[in-house]
């Protein structure tokens, strides 16, 4: 590279910075890990319990439990919702991996149903024409994607039809809320992950089942602990994936801070929208009657990856989430989907590019983002 091709001057603008969510309630953090170690409660103990029963209030369920991560969260939600070998489970292509995984280890068939390109959750149009071609399917796992819930009251009335249990997979949307309602709390079951990068992160993995029905959570409970409802009682073959105390030690300070830290994403989220709405840009939209909690902000358009290139050499770091829709991935290849299956998972996996988003964003950075995207557009 000569001289006269080097890049703008430019201000360092980081996906997310999970240094700085730290540095905010460094104190807080400190004090809780002492206390599990002082106490050695690393594996079930007050601070597990005390981080459930907290979690399950915020999202208005009358019960958690916590477990190992969101893919368990998943998988012990399926489990216990009865579904196994062979059975059909509806959920999209366009998520994470982790979300079809999860039908994968029960021994279910994830039947993929596209997107809505406004919302980038399950097209309950397009679940419609799929309950009608193919039954019976016994569970329906929304993915309430970047943040944004899905459609639920259309799902949920199509589930009940279909005699479906519906699962939420609200691994990324830690406080949002449909119809007033919190996320996670509208299925049979809402699974969350406390991933450190989600809304609300550990300092490692985690995650944790939501639901109102006390067998559900009972059952859910059994499974994440070898089966055994008191000690060395062993009622069905389970698994070791338990939520540990120095994780929900750090949740539980965390969570004190979500309502803020999501309002900081909705803040800087109205701000991109304000200054590039007139863009060739595709923004995030919001249905009415939600509360979107930016997980991610995600924009759309077919130069993506020149926008990328464009904004990384002014220090500005983009993602993709997610460039391969899971049905084309070799992993489920022996779905036998093919390309043209669902194109507008298709399309935003070739068109999609996350804006750098989190709630410690400085007036400075989301202005200089704001400023090298419009002047790549021009
Ligand atoms: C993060 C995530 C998961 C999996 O959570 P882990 O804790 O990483 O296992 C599942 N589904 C979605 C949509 C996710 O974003």
């Not at 080097?6 to 953090?29: N, Y």
């Not at 489990?79 to 292509?93: E, N, S, Y």
């Not at 259309?154 to 939420?168: D, F, K, N, Y």
């Not at 949002?176 to 406390?194: D, H, T």
Request: hydrophobic fraction near 45%; include cysteine; charge should be negative.
């Amino acid at each position: 590279m000569n001289d006269s091709s080097l890049p703008t001057p430019s201000l360092h603008v980081p996906q997310i910075d999970l240094s700085a969510q730290h540095r905010e309630c460094e104190a807080a953090l400190q004090a809780a890990l002492v206390a599990v170690v002082r106490e050695s409660a690393f594996v079930h103990g007050r601070f597990v319990r005390e981080f459930e029963e907290a979690f399950a209030a915020y999202c208005e369920a009358q019960f958690c439990v916590g477990v190992g991560n969101g893919t368990d969260a998943l998988m012990l939600s399926l489990r216990a919702a009865g579904v196994g070998q062979g059975d059909a489970v509806v959920t999209t292509p366009f998520t994470f991996a982790a979300t079809a995984e999860a039908i994968g280890h029960v021994g279910a068939r994830p039947l993929f149903v596209d997107i809505d390109p406004q919302s980038y959750a399950m097209d309950p149009l397009a679940l419609e024409a799929l309950l009608q071609r193919c039954q019976p399917v016994k569970a329906i796992l929304p993915v309430h994607l970047f943040g944004h819930p899905a459609d639920m009251k259309q799902i949920r009335g199509l589930a009940a039809q279909a005699g479906a249990t519906v699962i939420e997979d609200a691994c990324q949307a830690h406080g949002a809320r449909w119809q007033g309602q919190r996320v996670g709390a509208l299925g049979a079951l809402g699974c969350f992950s406390f991933y450190p990068t989600k809304n609300l992160g550990g300092l490692g993995d985690g995650g944790a089942v939501v639901t109102s029905d006390p067998e559900l959570a009972r059952h859910v409970r059994l499974l994440a602990d070898h089966g055994q409802a008191r000690k060395y009682e062993h009622s069905l073959i389970g698994w070791n994936s338990r939520l540990d105390g120095i994780q929900a030690a750090a949740l539980t300070v965390k969570l004190a801070q979500l309502d803020e830290w999501n309002a900081r994403r909705r803040h800087w989220a109205t701000e991109y929208q304000r200054q590039l709405c007139d863009t060739s840009l595709q923004l995030p939209g919001e249905s009415p009657n939600v509360l979107h909690v930016y997980h991610l902000y995600v924009v759309r358009t077919p130069r993506r990856d020149a926008l990328a290139e464009f904004l990384c050499q002014r220090g500005i770091m983009t993602a993709l989430h997610y460039p391969q829709p899971l049905h084309l991935q070799p992993a489920f290849a022996a779905l036998g989907y093919c390309a043209g299956d669902f194109p507008v998972a298709e399309a935003c996996a070739r068109e999609c590019l996350s804006l750098p988003l989190h709630p410690h964003l400085s007036e400075e950075q989301v202005q200089w983002v704001c400023e090298s995207v419009r002047e790549w557009d021009a």
